[in-house]
């Protein structure tokens, strides 16, 4: 049973641009987290999304950023006309029905933008 | 004040020294996480406590749920052991509300 996957695991981008983030939760799992990394800082959540609906979005900020959780493939985390500000590590992590309180974690994105 | 406070921002140990990593809490929670994170490295869960106590190898997780507080024990230290720790509660329904982490490092 493979873990939680993330790709791409590092994307460089120049401001402006789109970073499409995603995460593959584990085999059975429907419940997918996504939580980011600011250089010297903490883990903050970001969204809780379960197939088809975000449940919680109150961590996202406003503008640019979205998320969705499609009943077919990934999770995508999208972030539009990225700003420098942006750059962090983001992960995500998955969790079976009936045990949300156990989240499992991928190996996270590494956003740069230049 | 932050939600979750860990103590010590970092550390530095000897191979072999009993290593103690406190972490306090002012939410209500369901469950609480140890995590490890190696520099630029993923996230690993170490254990997911939500009473009394539970201890995988060297490491020890206990939590107090009365007193708010969680410590996490590593016996016998190992210089692979340096990674940041990070005390993460289960909060406000299915969130996790993250410590700022203790840099450990293990001196051989």
């Known amino acids: 049973n493979a873990g939680v996957m993330q790709n791409p695991r590092h994307l460089v981008r120049r401001r402006g641009q789109e970073a499409r983030l995603r995460c593959s939760p584990m085999?059975?799992?429907?419940?997918v987290y996504w939580y980011r990394q600011l250089p010297e800082e903490g883990l903050k959540f970001m969204v809780y999304?379960?197939?088809?609906?975000?449940?919680?979005e109150s961590g996202m900020p406003k503008e640019r950023f979205s998320a969705e959780f499609p009943k077919e493939g990934p999770s995508i985390l999208r972030i539009q006309q990225v700003v420098r500000g942006d750059s962090a590590a983001y992960f995500c992590?998955?969790?079976?029905?009936?045990?949300?309180?156990?989240?499992?974690f991928g190996p996270g994105t590494r956003l740069l933008v230049l | 004040k932050n939600e979750v406070e860990q103590s010590p921002q970092n550390l530095t140990a000897q191979e072999g020294e009993f290593i103690t990593i406190n972490c306090s809490y002012s939410?209500?929670?369901?469950?609480l996480h140890w995590l490890q994170q190696h520099p630029g490295g993923g996230i690993v869960s170490l254990f997911m406590?939500?009473?009394g106590k539970k201890k995988h190898g060297r490491l020890i997780a206990t939590i107090n749920i009365q007193e708010k507080h969680s410590s996490l024990h590593i016996t016998a230290s190992h210089p692979r052991d340096s990674a940041v720790y990070i005390c993460a509660v289960l909060a406000y329904g299915n969130k996790l509300v993250f410590g700022a982490g203790t840099i450990l490092r293990v001196k051989s």
């Open positions: 085999k059975g799992h429907s419940h």
């Open positions: 992590a998955s969790a079976p029905v009936g045990a949300q309180e156990t989240q499992y």
């Open positions: 939410v209500g929670i369901s469950a």
């Open positions: 999304l379960q197939k088809e609906n975000i449940i919680d």
């Open positions: 406590l939500s009473s």
